[in-house]
């Protein structure tokens, strides 16, 4: 019988430490989704707080660790895991668990891969003397590794997508473009009374103009160029405060650079919090000017939150935010266009008011996360169909 017959079987990889972040969220979402259709298992090297959350999707957790891709002993324990679980499907999150699977897979298994791309590693800097060959090399290495052996790429934003096409690093019929969404729902309360609460706990009168930034305090996120930026508009006699919510290994340099540019009597480190949608309701402006970028969570959520975004010229930015209209994109490493973006903000109230309505209003038609879910469905689906896995897969 059709309901006597195992749900089949999806598992979750990834060798980052998984806490709290864009890729985070994205996975505690699919898990939701997927939690009465599959039986789901997450491997990797989970914290505390993200194992929490993902148990109660009802996803089975286990641990490993790896230190770098050569890892021997990451990739035996990931080979006797596989053949533990035994998945009808596995769908991988970063680049050094995709490049430990897919040989694997490719030798012993034979499931179908889906690696997601929530930031192109080709991205990343590599240093030292022989910098130039180790990229190149690296560059051809993931592309025999996406053309050959992964079944789908799932793109998160249609600027990487179309620069992975453009750079031949997927195949037109293996690329899927599924945008990331985010949860509406918490948007839709009213936080008036909490926006009066946040102000009074900061010492933040009601009507002083707040620009906040909700990211990881990283060398990536240049939080250092929105403090240049900040000090330029003090200089010129603007008034307003700065709110910089997050965590990461720059919040010490940031916090000496905000008492050397004399910001400190104007910005405020909130460090990480939970109460994301209030903090962004009890702001104004919301600014990110990132070195580069996929398609940012924050940037949506800033934008259902009724906030115009002040943005770099990175990644899918520019998709996103509808220049003049809901709010502005600046070139990145430039603390002087920031800077004048934020002034037009603060001598301009009503087009600001208007700006963060119709972001609000744009959030709302084109971030739901519902339609990334149903896509993703979509993916699984037809690929244990191709396979012929659905109900049907024994192990026994």
Same mark, same amino acid.
């Given at each position: 019988?059709?309901?006597?017959?195992?749900?089949?079987? $999806?598992?979750?990889?990834? @060798?980052?430490?998984?806490?709290?972040?864009?890729?985070?969220?994205?996975?505690?979402?699919?898990?939701?989704?997927?939690?009465? +259709?599959?039986?789901?298992?997450?491997?990797?090297?989970? +914290?505390?707080?993200?194992?929490?959350?993902?148990?109660?999707?009802?996803?089975?957790?286990?641990? !490993?660790?790896?230190?770098?891709?050569?890892?021997?002993?990451? !990739?035996?324990?990931?080979?006797?895991?596989?053949?533990?679980?035994?998945?009808?499907?596995?769908?991988?999150?970063?680049?050094?668990?995709?490049?430990?699977?897919?040989?694997? @897979?490719?030798?012993?298994?034979?499931?179908? $891969?889906?690696?997601?791309?929530?930031?192109?590693?080709?991205?990343?800097?590599?240093?030292?003397?022989?910098?130039?060959?180790?990229?190149?090399?690296?560059?051809?290495?993931?592309?025999?590794?996406?053309?050959?052996?992964?079944?789908?790429?799932?793109?998160?934003?249609?600027?990487?997508?179309?620069?992975?096409?453009?750079?031949?690093?997927?195949?037109?019929?293996?690329?899927?473009?599924?945008?990331?969404?985010?949860?509406?729902?918490?948007?839709?309360?009213?936080?008036?009374?909490?926006?009066?609460?946040?102000?009074? +706990?900061?010492?933040?009168?009601?009507?002083?103009?707040?620009?906040?930034?909700?990211?990881?305090?990283?060398?990536?996120?240049?939080?250092?160029?929105?403090?240049? @930026?900040?000090?330029?508009?003090?200089?010129?006699?603007?008034?307003?405060?700065? !709110?910089?919510?997050?965590?990461?290994?720059?919040?010490?340099?940031?916090?000496?650079?905000?008492?050397?540019?004399?910001?400190?009597?104007?910005?405020?480190?909130?460090?990480?919090?939970?109460?994301?949608?209030?903090?962004?309701?009890?702001?104004?402006?919301?600014?990110?000017?990132?070195?580069?970028?996929?398609?940012?969570?924050?940037?949506?959520?800033?934008? @259902?939150?009724?906030?115009?975004?002040?943005?770099?010229?990175?990644?899918?930015?520019?998709? &996103?935010?509808?220049?003049?209209?809901?709010?502005?994109?600046?070139?990145?490493?430039?603390?002087?266009?920031?800077?004048?973006?934020? +002034?037009? &903000?603060?001598?301009?109230?009503?087009?600001?008011?208007?700006?963060?309505?119709?972001?609000?209003?744009?959030?709302?038609?084109?971030?739901?996360?519902?339609?990334?879910?149903?896509?993703?469905?979509?993916?699984?689906?037809?690929?244990?169909?191709?396979?012929?896995?659905?109900?049907?897969?024994?192990?026994?």
């Amino acid at each position: 019988m059709r309901e006597n017959m195992k749900k089949p079987r $999806i598992l979750y990889l990834s @060798a980052l430490p998984l806490g709290v972040g864009g890729i985070e969220t994205h996975l505690l979402g699919l898990l939701e989704a997927v939690a009465l +259709q599959y039986e789901t298992f997450l491997f990797a090297p989970a +914290q505390s707080s993200f194992t929490k959350d993902a148990l109660a999707r009802k996803c089975q957790v286990s641990f !490993w660790q790896v230190e770098k891709t050569g890892d021997i002993r990451a !990739w035996f324990t990931l080979f006797f895991f596989l053949r533990k679980v035994r998945p009808d499907i596995v769908h991988v999150h970063d680049a050094r668990a995709a490049s430990i699977l897919r040989p694997l @897979a490719a030798l012993f298994f034979n499931f179908p $891969i889906i690696n997601t791309v929530h930031l192109p590693p080709y991205y990343y800097q590599f240093e030292g003397k022989t910098a130039r060959l180790r990229a190149r090399v690296y560059s051809m290495v993931e592309k025999f590794l996406n053309r050959t052996m992964t079944t789908k790429i799932i793109y998160v934003g249609k600027h990487v997508y179309e620069e992975a096409l453009a750079l031949g690093y997927a195949r037109l019929a293996q690329a899927e473009l599924v945008e990331n969404g985010i949860d509406l729902t918490p948007f839709r309360i009213d936080y008036t009374h909490r926006r009066k609460m946040l102000r009074t +706990q900061t010492k933040t009168p009601l009507d002083m103009p707040v620009f906040v930034c909700v990211a990881r305090l990283s060398s990536q996120k240049r939080q250092d160029v929105l403090l240049h @930026a900040a000090a330029i508009l003090k200089k010129n006699g603007m008034v307003f405060h700065l !709110w910089l919510v997050g965590e990461g290994p720059e919040r010490v340099a940031l916090e000496h650079l905000s008492l050397e540019l004399g910001l400190s009597d104007i910005v405020i480190f909130h460090g990480s919090r939970t109460d994301i949608p209030a903090l962004l309701a009890a702001s104004d402006v919301f600014v990110l000017l990132s070195d580069y970028e996929g398609r940012t969570l924050s940037v949506m959520e800033a934008q @259902a939150a009724g906030l115009p975004c002040i943005l770099s010229n990175v990644g899918d930015h520019p998709f &996103m935010v509808q220049e003049g209209e809901t709010g502005f994109i600046v070139p990145p490493r430039s603390p002087s266009a920031a800077a004048q973006a934020m +002034q037009k &903000m603060l001598t301009s109230v009503p087009q600001r008011i208007e700006m963060g309505e119709k972001a609000k209003k744009y959030a709302f038609t084109h971030f739901d996360k519902e339609l990334q879910h149903k896509q993703s469905l979509n993916i699984y689906a037809a690929l244990l169909e191709e396979n012929g896995t659905i109900f049907s897969h024994s192990r026994e």
